[in-house]
């Protein structure tokens, strides 16, 4: 029963992938893959972000042996660090959620034949260290089945809301009543002193001016900002401009007096929203607290659009528990190809818990 399962699939480690294919976009529709493997994303990923960070690239492909469908995708990269050969998701600081994209039937012959499995480990490229990050807790099983170990808690959590209609109704069992009277205050006041709009964007060139702004807006108040970086700014303009039109992407843009107030940057898929970005200008207009405003209005808009959820995304911010969410525990898969890789692994380990235990000892 094993070898005739693990016959059924063909399974190459191929350098290259064409992600805004047919057979991949088949794939992921079909898969319950998040927004980070969708076609417009790895596709600007690979082209902007892996090679500006000397990540070379390695796509884990499985094929049915008949015909040649595609049947399961594993999106990685491979660069040196200290030294050491570091086998990654494509993450990079810029993906908040990996998983491996397979079909429902994969993954059920992935767990009936341990074969099967060892045919994927077996083609995986020569490394010191594989690290795969960051991963929900209802994905790790997927990992557990693609690389034989555990997974490590990294720590922190993500952190979402169910949404649901009329927005008035959710708003008062979600947020307390302190917060939704400052923030109806605070809009007014707004209004009161300012002709201001909250609008979302869809032109190319005002994407790209506003994404632009962002990033300065953020210049200097985030310890080592992806964004300030010129690639990564064009990494975001890139998805932003291109799924604007597929509805991927998501640029909104609070004004005052026609100067820009907040510009908030996220994606969108299957009724989530996946807040990722936002910049404020502070100096003029903090006394409003544009951010909370923002996530508000944009909360209040995606629900009355049929939107089911809005999700802030990894990190243990306070201001996300304010709005309703719920945790998720996220994770990492470590494992060595070498000592050297061993050894480092243990290090990484022990500065998790570390860090765990001083975020203990601060509570």
């Given at each position: 029963?094993?070898?005739?399962?693990?016959?059924?699939?063909?399974?190459?480690?191929?350098?290259?992938f064409?992600?805004?294919?047919?057979?991949?976009?088949?794939?992921?529709d079909?898969?319950?893959?998040?927004v980070?493997?969708?076609?417009?994303?790895?596709?600007?990923?690979?082209?902007?972000?892996?090679?500006?960070?000397g990540?070379?690239?390695?796509?884990?492909?499985?094929?049915?042996?008949?015909?040649?469908?595609?049947?399961?995708?594993?999106?990685?990269?491979?660069?040196?660090?200290?030294?050491?050969?570091?086998l990654?998701?494509?993450?990079?600081?810029?993906?908040?959620?990996?998983?491996?994209?397979?079909l429902?039937?994969?993954?059920?012959?992935?767990?009936?034949?341990?074969?099967?499995?060892?045919?994927?480990?077996?083609?995986?490229?020569?490394?010191?260290?594989?690290?795969?990050?960051?991963?929900?807790?209802?994905?790790?099983?997927?990992?557990?089945?693609?690389?034989?170990?555990?997974?490590?808690?990294?720590?922190?959590?993500?952190?979402?809301?169910?949404?649901?209609?009329?927005?008035d109704?959710?708003?008062?069992?979600?947020?307390?009543?302190?917060?939704?009277?400052?923030?109806?205050?605070?809009?007014?006041?707004?209004?009161?002193?300012?002709?201001?709009?909250?609008?979302?964007?869809?032109?190319?060139?005002?994407?790209?001016?506003?994404?632009?702004?962002?990033?300065?807006?953020?210049?200097?108040?985030?310890?080592?900002?992806?964004?300030?970086?010129?690639?990564?700014?064009?990494?975001y303009?890139?998805?932003?401009?291109?799924?604007?039109?597929?509805?991927?992407?998501?640029?909104?843009?609070?004004?005052?007096?026609?100067?820009?107030?907040?510009?908030?940057?996220?994606?969108?898929?299957?009724?989530?929203?996946?807040?990722?970005?936002?910049?404020?200008?502070?100096?003029?207009f903090?006394?409003?607290?544009?951010?909370?405003?923002m996530?508000?209005?944009?909360?209040?808009?995606?629900?009355?659009?049929?939107?089911?959820?809005?999700?802030?995304?990894?990190?243990?911010?306070?201001?996300?528990?304010k709005?309703?969410?719920?945790?998720?525990?996220?994770?990492?898969?470590?494992?060595?190809?070498?000592?050297?890789?061993r050894?480092?692994?243990?290090?990484?380990?022990?500065?998790?818990?570390?860090?765990?235990?001083?975020?203990?000892?601060?509570?």
């Amino acid at each position: 029963m094993s070898s005739t399962i693990s016959a059924k699939y063909s399974i190459e480690l191929a350098p290259g992938f064409a992600f805004k294919s047919d057979e991949y976009s088949d794939l992921v529709d079909a898969s319950d893959a998040h927004v980070y493997q969708q076609p417009i994303w790895l596709d600007a990923f690979y082209r902007i972000i892996a090679p500006n960070r000397g990540a070379r690239p390695h796509f884990l492909v499985a094929r049915r042996q008949d015909d040649g469908v595609l049947q399961f995708v594993l999106p990685l990269i491979l660069r040196r660090k200290f030294g050491l050969r570091l086998l990654e998701t494509a993450d990079l600081g810029v993906s908040d959620y990996a998983v491996p994209v397979g079909l429902p039937a994969f993954w059920q012959d992935l767990e009936r034949d341990p074969a099967l499995r060892r045919k994927l480990v077996k083609a995986l490229p020569r490394f010191d260290l594989l690290r795969m990050r960051p991963v929900r807790e209802e994905d790790c099983r997927k990992f557990m089945l693609v690389t034989g170990t555990d997974p490590i808690p990294l720590g922190f959590s993500s952190h979402a809301s169910v949404l649901w209609k009329p927005y008035d109704e959710w708003r008062k069992s979600a947020l307390n009543g302190s917060l939704r009277k400052m923030i109806d205050r605070k809009m007014r006041k707004l209004h009161r002193d300012h002709s201001a709009s909250l609008k979302e964007l869809h032109d190319p060139d005002e994407i790209q001016r506003a994404l632009t702004r962002l990033a300065s807006l953020r210049a200097g108040r985030f310890n080592k900002d992806p964004i300030q970086q010129e690639f990564v700014l064009s990494f975001y303009i890139d998805v932003a401009q291109q799924g604007v039109s597929t509805g991927l992407a998501s640029t909104w843009l609070l004004e005052a007096d026609g100067k820009e107030v907040g510009i908030l940057f996220g994606v969108t898929l299957k009724g989530r929203f996946y807040y990722l970005l936002i910049g404020c200008d502070y100096d003029n207009f903090g006394q409003y607290s544009p951010g909370l405003l923002m996530y508000d209005g944009i909360m209040e808009n995606w629900t009355e659009r049929g939107g089911s959820g809005f999700d802030f995304t990894i990190g243990d911010e306070a201001f996300k528990r304010k709005f309703g969410t719920a945790a998720t525990t996220i994770y990492m898969f470590l494992s060595a190809g070498s000592l050297i890789g061993r050894m480092a692994g243990r290090v990484v380990v022990w500065r998790l818990n570390k860090r765990r235990e001083l975020l203990e000892e601060g509570q």
